[in-house]
C-alpha cells in the first residue's frame, strides 16, 4: 500500500491513488504504521472521562482493530435463539479513545481512512421493537454471513449477492461531558453515523471539543445501504488503518467529510427536515469560507448541484443527514 502526497496533503489508496482536481505533484512513498490498537482496547460510551489507550502526535498512523456492533454475543454458528439473550450493554465496543497531543477544543482532527480491511464473518438481525418499521412490522430475523472464502460479495439468498463495502459505523471524538452518553445516536462529535459513503479513501474532520481529541472507531460494517432501515447492517469485525491529524487553520459545528470526487456535510437532529438544513446550511457555509463564493451564490449552488441524503434513521433520537457536493463543478471546462 501507498500513500499519494499531494504537495503537503496526503491521500491515499492501496496499490494506486486518484488524483484530487487541486493535484500538482505526486510522489510514492510507503505507508508506515506508527501504532497498533487490538479489539481488547475499547469502550463503548462517549464522554471526556474516558482516559485515552494511546497518545499520539499530529500525523501519526493508526491500526485500529474492532469487533463486532454486538461485542462478540454473536458467532459463526448463532441461531434465532441467540436474539433472546443479546444485551444492549456492551453495543458498539470502540476500539480507542486516542489522545492527539496539541488538540485543543476549538481544532479539526483530520482523519483519512488508508485502509479497511474485513473480519472473517457478520451478522444481520431485525430485532423486535428496533428499526424504522417497528411499529409496523414486529419482525424477529437473523442471518450469519460467513465471509472468510470471499471478502466481495455477501450472499442474502440463492438469487441475491450485496457487493461488500466496508466501513466504520462509529467514529468520533469525545464530547464535552463527563457523563456517559451511549453510542446510539449521532452527534456533534460523529458517533454512529453509519454513513457508507466513510469508507477506504475517505478524509473525515471532526470538531475538536477536548483536549487530545480522544478518537474511537468501531461498529464495522460489511455492506449497508443508506439509512439503515431494519437497524443493523452486515456487522463485522474490522482492520482500519488511518492517519489522525490535528488542523489550526479550520473550525466546524459537526463532522465533514471528502473523496476525490465530492466534499460532503452532515447534519444531525430529531427529524429529517431539522438534519437536512443544517447539512445544507453547513454546506453553504463551506462554499462561502472555502470556496469564496457570496451567499446568494452558494445556496444557489446547494439547489443546483448538492445531493441531500439520508445516512441514518434509526438511531434514535436522532437521524443523519449529508449533503454532497461534486469537486468537478469547480474546475472550470
Known amino acids: 500500500m501507498y500513500c499519494i502526497v499531494i504537495l503537503s496533503v496526503a491521500s ?22 506508527d501504532h497498533t490498537l487490538t479489539k481488547d482496547q475499547t469502550h463503548n460510551k462517549f464522554s471526556k472521562t474516558i482516559l485515552p489507550v494511546l497518545r499520539v502526535n499530529s500525523g501519526a498512523v493508526i491500526e485500529a482493530y474492532t469487533e463486532d456492533a454486538s461485542d462478540e454475543q454473536f458467532s459463526l454458528n448463532s441461531t434465532l435463539g441467540a436474539l433472546d439473550s443479546l ?33 472473517d464473518w457478520g451478522w444481520n438481525a431485525i430485532l423486535p421493537g428496533f428499526g424504522f418499521l417497528a411499529d409496523t412490522l414486529n419482525s ?41 452518553l451511549n453510542t446510539i445516536p449521532p452527534r456533534a462529535n460523529g458517533g454512529n453515523m453509519d454513513d457508507p459513503n466513510m469508507t477506504e479513501g475517505t478524509i473525515l474532520y471532526f470538531p475538536v471539543l477536548v483536549e487530545g481529541g480522544l478518537f474511537s472507531v468501531g461498529d464495522g460494517h460489511a455492506v449497508q445501504g443508506q439509512g439503515e432501515v431494519c437497524g443493523t447492517a452486515i456487522e463485522a469485525p474490522l482492520r482500519v488503518v488511518y492517519q489522525i491529524e490535528v488542523l489550526k487553520d479550520k473550525t466546524l459545528k459537526e463532522p465533514q467529510y471528502e473523496t476525490d470526487a465530492y466534499y460532503a456535510t452532515t447534519g444531525f437532529a430529531p427529524t429529517l427536515d431539522e438534519a437536512a438544513k443544517k447539512a445544507t446550511l453547513y454546506m453553504v457555509e463551506y462554499l462561502m469560507k472555502e470556496r469564496g463564493l457570496p451567499q446568494e451564490e452558494a445556496y444557489a ?7 441531500l441524503q439520508i445516512a441514518e434513521v434509526v438511531d434514535l433520537p436522532h437521524m443523519l443527514v449529508t449533503m454532497h457536493m461534486p469537486k468537478a463543478v469547480f474546475i472550470k471546462q
Open 301 to 307: 449552488l446547494c439547489s443546483l448541484a448538492g445531493d
Open 140 to 180: 424477529k430475523y437473523l442471518k450469519i454471513y460467513d465471509l472468510s472464502k470471499d471478502k466481495s460479495r455477501a450472499y442474502l439468498n440463492d438469487s441475491i449477492s450485496l457487493k461488500l463495502n466496508p466501513f466504520p459505523g462509529v467514529m468520533g471524538v469525545a464530547p464535552d461531558t463527563e457523563e456517559l
Open 12 to 33: 491515499c489508496k492501496k496499490d494506486t491513488g486518484v488524483l484530487a482536481s487541486t493535484a500538482i505533484a505526486t510522489q510514492k512513498v510507503p505507508l508506515k504504521i
Open 87 to 119: 444485551s444492549f450493554d456492551p453495543i458498539h465496543p470502540l476500539t480507542g479513545p486516542v489522545y492527539v497531543n496539541g488538540a485543543a477544543p476549538g481544532d479539526v482532527l483530520k482523519v483519512t481512512l488508508h485502509e479497511i480491511e474485513l473480519g
